[in-house]
């Protein structure tokens, strides 16, 4: 079975400029989540979608956005880049169900390394 | 505030000797437990999981981690390590429905 796919792998953008990347969940998966991880740390959440609704939205500007698609895939589109936005970014995905439990673990992607300069 | 403290940054190891890796986790009630491991320029991949029930739980590589709620505590374990292991590794919690956080992460190196 096929994973948590992410495009592109790699991306270079200068400042200012927009950039769009894109998540496939595991089939079957109703749930994404974005996370940014700069060098050196770990993980910080940005979005989560289920059901192609907004459930979660972690510390980040309004240049931040995402959405998910009727297929579950999903983007995250950041505008006005900044040199601080150099990371990678992860997409995770999780069966999620309201019951919680295993069905909340979340799969983690390749990741997108965005480099701005 | 929620948050995951993993004390160590960087560990070395010999390989064939065992491995610990320490997480501390402040959180308002019981939350899910994980542990993944991120190989240089790669995403991360899920070594093991805590929901409820026996608090030692067995993972993927022979990794293990033990929940300890009165130490708020979700160690990670391995008996005897293989070269291959080194990478970093990252503890995390969460709840039904909300985010991961996760530790800075601790990076293990195996010395032969």
């Known amino acids: 079975d096929a994973g948590v796919t992410q495009s592109p792998t790699h991306l270079i953008k200068t400042r200012g400029q927009h950039v769009t990347l894109r998540c496939s969940p595991i089939s079957g998966h109703k749930s994404v989540s974005w996370y940014q991880q700069v060098l050196g740390q770990g993980p910080q959440f940005i979005f989560q979608y289920y059901e192609k609704e907004e459930r979660g939205r972690g510390n980040f500007p309004d240049r931040f956005s995402a959405r998910q698609f009727p297929n579950y895939s999903s983007e995250l589109n950041v505008n006005a880049l900044l040199l601080g936005d150099s990371a990678l970014y992860l997409c995770?995905?999780?069966?999620?169900?309201?019951?919680?439990?295993?069905?909340?673990?979340?799969?983690f992607g390749p990741g997108t390394r965005l480099l701005v300069l | 505030a929620q948050s995951v403290t993993q004390p160590d940054i960087h560990i070395t190891v010999s390989e064939g000797a065992s491995l610990e890796l320490r997480c501390n986790y402040s959180?308002?009630?019981?939350?899910?437990l994980f542990w993944y491991v991120q190989s240089p320029g790669q995403g991360l991949q899920l070594l093991l999981k805590y929901f409820s029930g026996d608090t030692l739980v067995q993972g993927i590589k022979g990794f293990e981690a033990e929940f300890k709620r009165s130490q708020s505590s979700f160690n990670l374990r391995k008996p005897s390590v293989h070269w291959s292991d080194a990478a970093e590794y990252f503890c995390a919690v969460g709840q039904a429905g909300t985010a991961l956080i996760f530790g800075k992460g601790t990076t293990l190196s195996v010395s032969s």
């Open positions: 959180y308002g009630a019981t939350p899910y």
């Open positions: 995770a995905s999780s069966f999620r169900t309201l019951g919680g439990g295993p069905a909340e673990t979340q799969y």
